[in-house]
C-alpha cells in the first residue's frame, strides 16, 4: 500500500504543476495579468478562438481530480498509519538481559559442568570396581 502511496503522491505533485500552467495560462478580469504578461496570444493560438472556455473546462476538471487525489492520500496515509501502530502493538515485547545476570549464568554454567566432570569421575570409578569384582570373581571359584 505504501509503494501506490508513494506513486500517487508523484502523480499529485504532476497535476499540483499542471493545474498551477493552466491558472497562469488563463487571462485576468482586465486582460492582463500572468496570461497576458505571458505572451497571452500564445494560449490563443494553441487552444483557438474559444480559448476561455476551454481553459475554464481544463481547470475545473483537473481541480477535481486534484482535490479527489488529495482527499484519497490523506485517507491512504491515515490507514498506513494505522497499519504500522497496530503492527507495533501486536509485536512481542523484546526482553533483555541485564549484564550482571551474564557473569552468575557463566559461574552457574561452570559449576555445573564441573558437578557433571565429578560425577561422571564417579560413575567411571565404580564401573571400574564393578569390572574389577566381576573378573576377580571368575578366578575365585
Known sequence: MSILADILT???????????????????????GMGAAMGGGM?????????????????????IVFFVMVFGLGLAYIRINHTENMAEENALP???APADDTAGLLETLSGAESAADQAAEALGEAAEEAAATETEEPKSE
Open 94 to 96: 523484546e526482553l533483555g
Open 43 to 63: 494560449a490563443e493560438a494553441a487552444l483557438g478562438a474559444d480559448t476561455t472556455n476551454v481553459l475554464t473546462k481544463v481547470t475545473r476538471n483537473t481541480a
Open 10 to 32: 508523484i502523480v499529485l505533485v504532476l497535476i499540483s504543476l499542471f493545474l498551477i500552467l493552466v491558472v497562469l495560462l488563463q487571462k485576468g478580469n482586465a486582460n492582463g
